[in-house]
């Protein structure tokens, strides 16, 4: 049926653009995806770049290469890069390529605005990226920008501001055109409730962005007038409240952080299910948790501020709050539990960073419920017993199910095999040198050192050289997943696959009735069927 | 691979129950010194042991799972999914179990916040990057900077060997001395950017913020010396701002206080006197070192960009009054001396500046100067503005 109707259609755009004008005018959701993907692994190489000083200059006391100040531009662009231009963008990318797949839709449903998030994304990080070369160097204040503190940035801060400002426009407008494809788009028969996980979890995730990205434009605009227009919002001298900041900080960073974790869900409960050959668990139970997650994440925000002197009832009502959150994410994690159960399980690469992600996910989960107690985190916080918190949540869980997204597509995007036993390589180089750079850091952080140091006292020495090596072993690591996604879009291991890619999977995902490779305009006619697997 | 990982995992959570845990490798918690640090230790244990027992719980069933139902043994899919029944049973087990766990960390959270009854009250000023101490019962006062031997280790490319320095970047110029079996509490604020002061064995940390006050309270019961440092990033030497706790018997701690007492009296008497250039510039240097040089640079060169070069700066070459007027009032990012520094001290090292670090203006002043300049116009922060550089 598409193929008689594509026949009678003479417009002239078929195909892509040729050369390099295809990629900076395109409108089309796969290539905007792969852009996304490209630079997202990009900025990825680059974050970890700078956390490789990091570590380097951690892998001993005293100060062996960097100076403080460069040291604390490190940190603070290290977490902005790796937040708001690998992980972030990563996902965005994903979304692309897969949502109006996963619907049966033909494109985004604002192809335009597509390509003008992906560009103003370009302009935002490589505005952040310049302030490294600033006078008075790179913002050192941390990624939460504090101020006092972060005003007395020199040259950098107006342009880190502004940066901001382009990175939050285009997740606004990727988050919108997200929302409106998924309302406007999804084929016939396919209610909200018979939504892949992936797209449901992209769909509260872009309602989270719309939520919070313009609360996050307000606080660094506050500070810009504070620097440059003599207002007093955060200055306590001119009868401002330094701590107002951290509230609206938090009240967005904490549902960011959440936007960072949900896809990598709505990721994992695709993947599982495939390899374990059984349908996911519970569906809507898996729905109504990350509803719940999303809306807990706005009501939780001061958690992150235990120790700034809130009064009692705050303090109290904070960690009841946030308490909370352990539930839906137990739902989770039994849920992919219960889907492996009894199931017939086979472990390509896809599956393996699969199940370390539930496994290591679930050790930051744990960490985080410890955190949640207000009287033991006035001990746990800013010490690297949170650093190792969040790269658990965010490294082995969101990086590693953006790994596992490659491996798990990449066949049925390129039409190519990748080496599967170069991914596994990578997977357990990844696996095991992960815990060797974060273990250890809960040790350090209860043994009392603070965060974003650039030097220690000598107690500290050992479990830092531990750290530092899995460090630079996990960074070099991904080396070989650069070479494993080039090989694979030259040809792969020359094996062609077929539409489904892996076994039975066209009865999970709309994806994989398909062709592979994946001709440049597909579903141009809505499916008529649509998989029922887990309904 | 994920046994032996898991393996490893319970076995060394064991050893921290166990508390066999080395000197160097340190795993666990500080129990600390006081009843609320115990407190707390307690919660982080029973949360720890708690997620110890959902973890081997889940992963077991995952791990035998992973062992057992794969397709490499035959195991064929069973095609069950959806049960009310066990998606409310595990809503339920959980939600009971953060009850058991908020219970006591509410307890123990209203123990922390209750600063009534103190017997006697310290007020922090977090300042970049040292703490000011006032024990607002007895007048004392003074400010804690990190210890020269580790300031001088740590500078980038020192070579000497921080493991040589007794506890490097743990150490200060003057502790805190508190006494024993003593309700103390603690006032904070900060007077630049937010700082967080953290002893771990205390039990707690506390932000001390601009324009904010804060409360908590300790009751030490062992004599000792316990170490910490700044939690919150507060600038480039974030990290080298410690904080040491020097708990005292009574008797001990009241002999200190009369020594401090009598430190300061001296100190007055100091300013009287009239001093040398040679005294001055020998003097001076130490200020230098402990005050100006981590922005400034030890030898005056400053940081482009950022802090400027001393060496031919047109403030400290210039007229004398108006950078005592700088110092004293502090300019932007140069923090206000005025109240930081002993009248000795203030005039130690602007005649220091003014005839070292490549500068040789010649001139000096005396301690009996700043004297006045404190008694007559105590600092006004407004005339700041005016001051050129």
Sequence with gaps: ?535 | MKKTKQLFASLFLMSLGLGTAKAEYTLNLRQGVTQISQEVYDLHMLILWICVFIGLAVFGTMFYSIYHHRKSKGHVASQFHESTKVEIIWTIIPTLILIGMAIPATKTMLDMDDVQDADMSIKVTGWQWKWEYEYLDNGIHFFSSLDEASNRARQLGSGIDPRSVPHYLLDVDHPLVVPVNTKIRFLFTAADVQHSWWVPDLGWKKDTIPGFINEAWTYVEKAGTYRGQCAELCGKDHGFMPIVVIAMEQDNYDAWVESQKAGAEAEKQLADKEWTADELMAKGETVYANNCASCHMADGAGMEGAFPALTGSSVVTGDIDAQIDLIYNGKGMMPAFGQMLSETEFAAVVTYTRNALGNSVGDSVQPAAIKSLKSSAPADEDEDEDDEE
């Excluded at chain 1, 990350?290 to 994440?297: D, E, N, R, V, Y």
């Design chain 1, 1 to 535: 049926m598409s193929a008689v109707v594509a026949e009678h259609d003479d417009h002239h755009d078929h195909g892509p653009e040729k050369g390099l004008l295809r990629w900076i005018i395109t409108t089309n959701h796969k290539d905007i995806g792969t852009l996304y993907l490209v630079f997202s692994l990009a900025m990825f190489f680059l974050g970890g770049a700078m956390a490789l000083v990091i570590r380097a200059e951690l892998f001993e006391p005293g100060l062996q290469f960097v100076e403080p100040q460069f040291f604390n531009s490190m940190t603070t662009m290290h977490a902005l890069i790796m937040v708001f231009g690998a992980v972030m963008p990563a996902f965005v990318g994903l979304a692309n390529w897969m949502i109006p797949l996963m619907i049966g839709a033909p494109d985004m449903a604002l192809p335009r605005m597509n390509n003008m998030s992906f560009w103003l994304l370009v302009a935002g990080a490589l505005l952040l990226a310049s302030t490294l070369f600033m006078e008075g160097g790179a913002p050192a204040s941390g990624w939460t920008l504090y101020p006092p503190l972060v005003l007395q940035t020199g040259a950098a801060l107006p342009f880190a501001i502004f940066s901001v400002h382009l990175l939050g426009i285009s997740s606004i407008m990727g988050a919108i055109n997200i929302i409106a494809t998924i309302f406007n788009m999804r084929a016939p028969g396919m209610t909200l409730m018979k939504m892949p996980l992936f797209v449901w979890t992209w769909l509260i995730t872009a309602f989270l962005l719309i939520a919070v990205m313009p609360v996050f434009a307000g606080a660094v605009t506050m500070l810009l007038t504070d620097r440059f227009f003599d207002t007093s919002f955060f200055n306590a001298a001119g009868g401002g409240d330094p701590v107002l900041y951290q509230h609206i900080f938090w009240f967005f960073g904490h549902p960011e952080v959440y936007v960072m974790i949900l896809p990598t869900f709505g990721v994992a409960s695709t993947i599982i299910p495939v390899f374990a050959r059984k349908p996911l668990f519970g569906y809507s139970s898996m729905v109504y948790a990350t509803a719940s997650i999303a809306f807990l994440s706005f009501i939780v925000w001061a958690h992150h501020m235990f120790t700034v002197g809130m009064p009692i009832a705050g303090e109290l009502y904070f960690m009841y709050a946030t308490m909370l959150i352990a539930i839906p994410t137990g739902v989770k994690v039994f849920n992919w539990t219960a889907t492996m159960w009894k199931g017939s399980m086979t472990f390509e690469t896809p599956m393996l960073f699969s199940i370390a992600f539930v496994v290591l996910f679930t050790l930051g989960g744990f960490t985080g419920l410890m955190m949640s107690v207000a009287p033991s985190d006035f001990q746990y916080h800013d010490t690297y017993f949170i650093v190792a918190h969040f790269h658990y949540t965010l490294v082995p869980a969101s990086v590693f199910i953006l790994m596992a997204a490659a491996y798990f597509w990449l066949p049925k995007w390129t039409g190519n095999m990748y080496d599967e036993k170069l991914g596994q390589l990578h997977f357990w180089l990844s696996a095991i040198s992960v815990n060797v750079l974060f273990f250890p850091q809960h040790f350090l952080g209860l043994a009392g050192m603070p965060r974003r140091i650039p030097d220690y006292a000598v107690q500290f020495a050992d479990w830092n050289m531990v750290s530092s090596i899995g460090a630079f072993v996990f960074g070099f690591s991904q080396l070989l997943f650069l070479y494993i996604v080039i090989k694979t879009i030259r040809g792969g291991t020359g094996e062609k696959v077929t539409d489904e890619v892996w076994e039975d999977a066209s009865k999970h995902s709309l994806e994989w009735t398909l062709p592979s490779p994946l001709p440049y305009h597909t579903f141009t006619t809505p499916p008529k069927e649509i998989p029922t697997e887990h309904f």
